[in-house]
């Protein structure tokens, strides 16, 4: 990272970094104040929109310059340190199902790892967190280029915290993280012996948000005027919302995070698309038929799939029928009695004046507007 932050000496850290390169924002994530440079022409313009969008995002413009690698995929390694010198990994989350930097799809094992690049993996992490003298939670990132024993590594950055996605590891390691959180915090060492943990199964999770896929995947905000979440065997959703409830504009439009586990991965991925297709949700448009549908593409079910996956499918992805609710959406909607009122299957909700449930229907679990007294 330059200590010069001026335009010029960015160049410069460009020019020996080489093409392709990427800018991009010190003080933040989640691909924002990022920008791919791969020839002069493009390389000031980057530059200045990455400082924009970083300084906007985050109030802080600094940038760095790092080497791009085209078609990476992501490979993140939970670890948790003690006070006492102990540090553990367990294993590693695939995140490569990425939409603008924006993780979609996390699952464990990775379909990409050997167990000798797994080993290299995890102890590179280890060892990235003991000369920090980490102590707490944490997960270190990973680009993967290539395959095999072979394949190259590169450190992406460090999360010093539990994150969206480690309740797939909760689920192939069969620890609670929270709580050996909270014990470590608490000055105990370590509830397992370096090296006891194992994978088993499979784990995969995916995201439900409020927005649509089919006008760019735009924010939604509204009522839940129905909201059910799947109850199935091998399936753990973590939820923030409830029916009757509203998504609001002020907050990140995540709904909730599905997790399915099998003995497989094709278990594991079977059990997730059963899952979002017991998932009505009414109200606001969601993106569970976008999610089935990665979930059901030949490249995600083969595990051939990399960080640019769903940008350069998005068009395959985002495309819907006349603008139709999915058949499961209709189905649920059936429950709530014809009664409810004109449906506009468009949008999504009811029609202006429609009226609810019938006089006398005393079942709370069928009410769009919730519970009463």
């Known amino acids: ?19 392709p390169a990427v800018v991009k924002a010190s003080a933040g994530g989640g691909g924002k104040g990022m920008r791919e440079v791969r020839d002069w022409a493009e390389a000031l313009e980057a530059i200045q929109a990455a400082r924009r969008e970083a300084t906007a995002a985050f109030g802080d413009g600094t940038l ?6 085209d078609r990476p995929r992501h490979v993140e390694v939970q670890i948790i340190a003690d006070h006492h010198g102990a540090i553990s990994h367990l294993f590693e989350r695939e995140c490569s ?56 590594f590169y450190f992406l950055e460090m999360n010093t915290r539990l994150q969206v996605e480690h309740a797939v590891t909760e689920a192939v390691v069969g620890v609670d993280l929270v709580h050996a959180q ?12 370096d090296g006891s943990l194992t994978q088993r199964g499979h784990a995969i999770e995916a995201r439900v948000y409020a927005e649509d896929p089919a ?18 065997p091998g399936v753990r959703v973590d939820g923030g919302v409830v029916e009757g409830g509203d998504v609001p504009v002020e907050y990140d439009p995540m709904l909730a995070k599905v997790i399915a586990s099998g003995e497989t991965r094709d278990v594991a991925i079977a059990r997730l698309v059963a899952a979002l297709r017991d998932y009505p949700i009414l109200g606001v448009r969601t993106n569970i038929p976008f999610l089935i549908k990665v979930l059901e593409h030949p ?10 996956f769903l940008d350069r499918e998005r068009d395959t992805f985002a495309q819907e ?31 202006p004046g429609a009226q609810g449930l ?16």
């Open 1 to 19: 990272m330059p200590e010069d932050q001026s335009d010029h000496d960015l160049e410069k850290a460009v020019a020996r970094v080489g093409f």
């Open 64 to 69: 760095y310059v790092e080497r791009l690698i």
């Open 97 to 152: 199902v990425q939409r603008r930097h924006q993780k979609v799809i996390e699952e464990s094992p990775s379909p990409a790892l050997t167990p000798a690049l797994r080993a290299r993996m995890t102890e590179a992490a280890v060892a990235a967190a003991r000369a920090a003298a980490y102590r707490n939670a944490g997960t270190i990132e990973f680009l993967l280029d290539g395959r095999d024993d072979s394949a190259s």
């Open 182 to 193: 909270l014990f470590v915090a608490s000055g105990h060492p370590l509830p397992w012996r």
């Open 215 to 232: 006008r760019d995947f735009l924010p939604q905000a509204g009522p839940l005027l129905l909201y059910r979440e799947p109850r199935l």
């Open 299 to 308: 490249r995600f079910r083969a595990g051939d799939i990399d960080t640019g």
């Open 321 to 351: 029928s006349n603008g139709e609710l999915p058949a499961f959406l209709r189905q649920a909607l059936s429950q709530l009695d014809d009664a409810a009122g004109p449906f506009d299957f468009a949008q999504g909700r009811p029609e």
């Open 358 to 373: 019938k006089p006398g229907n005393d079942d709370p679990w069928l009410r769009l507007q919730g519970w009463r007294a």
